[in-house]
């Protein structure tokens, strides 16, 4: 089992240049969360789908758009991007039930110049 | 929305006992967790703590919930240098709140 995988790892753009930030999970999860994480910020959510075909805006959904495409894929789009969305970028995934505990992969280090 | 405050630093000598303190807003969550993230990798869970119990105790590893003060600590006993990593504090559910983390360091 491959767990949470995310692709590319290391991405960089000019402002206003869009991407897609994939994910994707081989562990028959119901739920996926796409976070970002900033230095003395912690981990903040932008978006999570609970179960295939519904997403939910997080803490810091602006600037995003996500995708289920599939039980296994949720995929993160930046349309325009700015250099505020300089990140580290982590896609989670679990049940949605019990203690939920969340699975993470390993990140996208994206720079917006 | 809920706020999850953790102090950004800790060091102890190895053998030593840590530490790690959290406060959080919201106290309607059904569990309270601790997270790992180790260098250029993502989180782990470490333990949690299910909201009626005080404590709970894992190996070396034990979690204080003090829901009157809004209040999780985990300590880590005979710490090691290979449990050096960030701590994260985490509330909800799947509207997870996590904390900023605090970086423990563990020196021989």
């Known amino acids: 089992n491959a767990g949470v995988t995310q692709t590319p790892k290391f991405q960089v753009l000019k402002t206003g240049q869009s991407m897609t930030l994939q994910c994707a999970q081989d562990?028959?999860?119901?739920?996926m969360y796409w976070y970002r994480q900033d230095p003395g910020m912690g981990l903040r959510l932008i978006y999570y789908?609970?179960?295939?075909?519904?997403?939910d805006k997080g803490e810091v959904p602006n600037g995003y758009n996500v995708s289920r495409l599939n039980k296994r894929e949720f995929s993160l789009r930046l349309e325009s991007a700015a250099p505020s969305q300089t990140s580290v970028y982590f896609c989670?995934?679990?049940f949605g039930t019990g203690r939920n505990e969340q699975f993470f992969g390993p990140g996208t280090r994206l720079t917006v110049l | 929305g809920e706020d999850v405050e953790q102090s950004l630093f800790l060091s102890v000598r190895e053998g030593d006992s840590s530490v790690i303190n959290c406060t959080y807003t919201?106290?309607?969550?059904?569990?309270l967790y601790w997270y790992k993230q180790e260098p250029g990798a993502g989180l782990q869970l470490l333990t949690y703590?299910?909201?009626?119990?005080d404590m709970k105790q894992d190996q070396r590893l034990t979690v204080l919930l003090n829901k009157k003060d809004k209040h999780l600590s985990l300590r880590i006993a005979d710490t090691q240098t290979g449990d050096s990593a960030i701590y994260f504090c985490?509330?909800?559910?799947?509207?997870?709140?996590f904390g900023a983390g605090t970086r423990l360091t563990v020196k021989p």
């Open positions: 985490a509330v909800g559910y799947n509207d997870m709140r």
């Open positions: 562990m028959n999860h119901n739920s």
């Open positions: 919201d106290s309607s969550s059904t569990y």
């Open positions: 703590i299910f909201s009626n119990m």
């Open positions: 989670a995934s679990s």
């Open positions: 789908s609970a179960s295939e075909g519904t997403t």
